[in-house]
C-alpha cells in the first residue's frame, strides 16, 4: 500500500490466505489517513497495519499494484472485474456485506 509517490508509504502483506489459482476472491483494502490499513480477503479481515499519515489529496493518480510512482514491475499478474473507491474507509461490517452481495 502506497502513501504520497513521494516515498512515503506503508507496506504490509497477508500470509494466511492464498489467492493463486483461477478461483474469484474478493479483495479489499481499506485506509483511513490517521490511523490503520487493513486487508481483506473475501470478507475476512487478514492483515492491517498502522498506516503513515499522509496527503491523499495530493494530485497523484492512483496506482493499482504500483507505488505512487508507478517504478515497480508488474507482477500481481491479476485480472479486474470491478474496482470501486469510497471516499470513506469501510468498516469490516461494509466489507462483509458488500463481499456477500457480490457472491
Known sequence: MAG???GTKTDFK???VSIKGTDWHFVTVTFNRTSEAVIYI???KVASAAMVPVDID???SVKIN???TGAYDPKL?????SVNFYNY???GADVAQV???TK
Open 42 to 44: 473475501d470478507g475476512i
Open 66 to 68: 504500483q507505488d505512487g
Open 14 to 16: 497477508q500470509t494466511s
Open 99 to 101: 463481499y456477500n452481495a
Open 58 to 60: 495530493n494530485g497523484k
Open 89 to 91: 474507509a469501510l468498516s
Open 4 to 6: 504520497n509517490g513521494e
Open 77 to 81: 499478474g491479476a485480472k479486474y472485474a
